[in-house]
């Protein structure tokens, strides 16, 4: 399985950026797309996960209701929608996927297997 995160770049606060993931490799049917996040000096951080089949979705708490993560079955392609962003919201982006994870360990970083490079998302204030 490889993943390409791409869409990082400058905002202003208060402004939004759509991250996308384009998955191959692999059929996903039963996968776990994430996003996570790394902040400089921070640990990596979980942000939101979909599930392939199904698509169940799952928020960390400081996003909810700013950031929405959809799927494109035909593009194998994940997304990551950001409104209001906030300075706080600055980090690099990596999405993230494992089969076969149950809903309580989607925030679980190191249960996952495949990782994409990461795109820097920077939010001036």
């Known amino acids: 399985v490889q993943l390409q995160a791409s869409g990082g770049g400058l905002v202003q606060a208060g402004g939004s950026l759509r991250l996308s993931c384009a998955a191959s490799g692999g059929t996903f049917g039963n996968y776990m797309l994430g996003w996570f996040r790394q902040a400089p000096g921070k640990e990596r951080e979980f942000v939101a996960a979909?599930?392939?089949?199904?698509?169940?979705?799952y928020y960390a708490d400081p996003v909810k209701g700013r950031f929405a993560i959809s799927k494109e079955n035909a593009r194998k392609t994940v997304y990551l929608q950001m409104d209001n962003l906030k300075p706080e919201d600055t980090a690099v982006y990596y999405c993230?996927?494992?089969?076969?994870?149950?809903?309580?360990?989607?925030?679980?970083?190191?249960?996952?297997?495949?990782w994409g490079q990461g795109t820097l998302v920077t939010v001036s204030s």
């Open positions: 979909i599930r392939w089949s199904g698509g169940n979705k």
């Open positions: 993230a996927a494992q089969s076969g994870l149950i809903a309580t360990a989607v925030h679980r970083r190191d249960l996952y297997d495949h």
